[in-house]
């Protein structure tokens, strides 16, 4: 139907980085679906979660929270409290929540993600993975790195058994073990682990904010140890990068 060609456009869009008209879309199919199958649909709540996304991909947290919120207790209360899109919803409240270093908050989220993704997936599948891996980030950001290595070894694991050693997944989580193991003033270590997701990422081809982030830690960790132009040099390759559009 309309509303659901509406939502769809909305959510092409909002890949090609056309965000006004992604906003336009998927508000018109929000209204839509509110109007003709009412506010706690299951269809409903797939436009909510998706004008949510597109708020908060836009630095918009404000407005991204109150419908990631409805979306989650949508499904919640039609789907039941151990549904797969709950955990999505719980995901995605912990990421909007850990940009905003609400560090508790996120950390509820989370929490409840892992274990109804590790109650329907199993303590073997990558999206148990991705939460372990969100998690550690929170406990790192808070210094509690103890809390951190775990986790980040665990997804690391999964994520490489699961989907393979080349895998862009390995890549970001070898990134941010590195950012710990810098934090724990292990730089060798930390380097090797840079060095492995840089391979990672250019053996993929990948040409995007990810990679310049990869170099920009890079960059960092060899600017602390006194090798400037190395770090110069890191710093203009993610510059060059971040100054181009992004593909879709």
């Not at 003709?36 to 797939?46: I, K």
């Not at 899109?85 to 929540?97: D, K, S």
Request: glycine share 6%; proline share 4%; with cysteine.
């Amino acid at each position: 139907n309309l509303a659901s060609i509406r939502n769809n456009l909305g959510s092409l869009y909002r890949r090609l980085g056309r965000y006004d008209e992604a906003e336009s879309m998927i508000r018109q199919a929000l209204s839509a679906r509110e109007k003709d199958l009412g506010p706690e649909h299951l269809q409903t709540a797939s436009s909510l979660n998706n004008l949510a996304n597109l708020y908060d991909e836009l630095g918009r947290p404000a407005e991204a929270e109150p419908l990631f919120i409805r979306a989650a207790a949508i499904w919640e209360k039609q789907l039941g409290p151990d549904h797969p899109y709950v955990a999505t919803g719980c995901f995605n409240l912990g990421l909007l929540n850990a940009r905003l270093r609400r560090w508790a908050e996120s950390e509820t989220y989370y929490l409840r993600a892992r274990e109804i993704r590790k109650k329907q997936l199993g303590d073997d599948h990558p999206d148990y993975a991705l939460v372990l891996h969100a998690l550690a980030n929170v406990y790192r950001d808070q210094g509690r790195h103890s809390g951190a290595e775990p986790l980040y070894t665990r997804s690391l694991a999964i994520t490489e058994a699961a989907l393979g050693p080349g895998h862009l997944s390995v890549a970001s989580i070898l990134n941010d073990l590195a950012r710990l193991r810098r934090l724990q003033g292990d730089a060798e270590t930390a380097e090797n682990l840079l060095l492995r997701a840089l391979a990672i990422q250019e053996n993929a081809g990948l040409d995007q904010p990810e990679l310049a982030e990869t170099l920009h830690n890079y960059a960092e960790l060899m600017r602390e140890q006194g090798r400037v132009d190395e770090a110069a040099e890191l710093e203009e390759r993610a510059g060059s990068i971040r100054s181009r559009p992004e593909s879709p």
